[in-house]
């Protein structure tokens, strides 16, 4: 597994050293002690999500907070998608900031997103099928959830019309009146 470090402290970029030939291809999707040595995160996963949006269907920018903060090791099996963290961390130097890549099946790739980010990401081809483990339990009182189009946060989606999004999505706060990490 290759581990490349993102903009945002605590954020990686993960590639899996795949074999593959004429009768297709295997890696391992997850290895506890390669990706405590590549990241240096002892995460136990308690919970895995599989999801399947249709194409502009724009998920988050989700978090949970304490006690039931999750870390997040996020991947997609099937299309693509535009996912993006934000550092919502109140004391770190980049709170606020974002990054953002393309995840899909064609490049295997995943992102560990750590406890103190939201999270969101929208689809880019006709479906995707996105996979997630999670460090906590879904725990709806500890829920929260940023407005996507926040211009203090001014992520650039690549987006041609508007996006698809629940009613929770549509409810999002702006990240000045957000519940956040201290």
Known sequence: MKAEPLAL??????TPRVF???RGFFF?????????AATGCKATFVQDNHSRSA????????????????GKLVRVVQGKVFDVAVDIRRGS???GQWAGEVL??????????PPGFA????????????????????????ERCIAWDDPEIGIEWPL???????????QGVPLAKAEVFE
């Open 28 to 36: 391992e999707s997850f290895n506890a002690r390669a990706f405590e």
């Open 119 to 142: 999270h969101a990401f929208v689809t880019l081809s006709a479906t995707a099928e996105f996979l997630y483990k999670t460090t906590d339990y879904y725990a709806p009182g500890c």
């Open 55 to 70: 194409r502009g269907v724009l998920r988050g920018l989700h978090y949970q907070l304490p006690p039931h903060a999750q």
């Open 9 to 14: 402290p605590g954020l990686f970029r993960l």
């Open 160 to 170: 041609e019309e508007p996006p698809l999004l629940s009613d929770k999505d549509r």
């Open 104 to 113: 899909s099946a064609e490049n295997r790739q995943q992102l560990w997103i």
């Open 93 to 95: 130097p980049t709170f």
């Open 20 to 22: 593959g030939d004429d």
